[in-house]
């Protein structure tokens, strides 16, 4: 009985500490708990809606995790859906912040090709051993179902009005994985531009 009473007495300790950490970072009208953004370019390549989190560490010092969705044209082929997700520290006084973070990019095809998983693996085989495909456009060889994009490092700038809105330009570096058609990884950089809504209402 005390073990478990003294389990719940941490605890509570645990979400005070939070809530008074959450005070000096969420009243100060330029950081909100919970956002909605709109991201052109960036994560998903050319759109994406997303949805921001952020945790509070000291004042300025904040976490940001992010989720979002997308449906557009896919790098390789077609149409497809995908679902940024990533994280950075961000660190800054009121309306001038700066972020680091890192993430990735699940891509899911819509016509994923050849349409089924039999020859979707005979593909890759073929690919991986036949040197006449590599003569072929990558489109034309393989489509996977499901591909994974990733983001070693991004980072920005962001202005935050005093008012709910909120505005983000930031870099990316992408990491394609093209095996087996290519037989390497691709390396390549990009940006984007979000704008932000915030939905707790600022103290």
């Known amino acids: 009985m005390k073990s478990t009473l003294f389990l719940l007495w941490c605890v509570y300790l645990s979400f005070a500490q939070i809530k008074a950490q959450d005070s000096l970072c969420f009243n100060k009208k330029y950081v909100a708990k919970n956002n909605v953004t709109a991201e052109v370019f960036g994560f998903a390549y050319l759109y994406s809606l997303n949805y921001e989190r952020n945790f509070c560490i000291k004042e300025n010092i904040f976490h940001n995790f992010r989720a979002g969705l997308s449906y557009c044209i896919l790098p390789n082929k077609g149409m497809g859906v995908y679902i940024p997700l990533g994280y950075s520290f961000n660190l800054g006084k009121k309306r001038n912040k700066f972020f680091l973070g890192t993430g990735a990019t699940l891509m899911i095809a819509t016509n994923p090709y050849p349409t089924s998983a039999a020859g979707r693996s005979y ?49 990316t570096t992408l990491l394609i994985d093209m ?25």
């Open 179 to 203: 095996r087996p058609i290519r037989q390497q990884y691709i390396l390549s950089g990009w940006a984007g531009v979000t704008f932000g809504f915030k939905l707790n209402k600022m103290k």
């Open 123 to 171: 593909a890759r085989q073929y690919a991986d051993t036949a040197k006449t495909s590599w003569g072929q456009p990558f489109t034309d060889v393989y489509v996977p179902l499901f591909d994974l994009m990733f983001h070693p490092v991004y980072m920005g700038y962001q202005y935050t009005s005093k008012k709910r809105l909120y505005l983000k330009v930031e870099i």
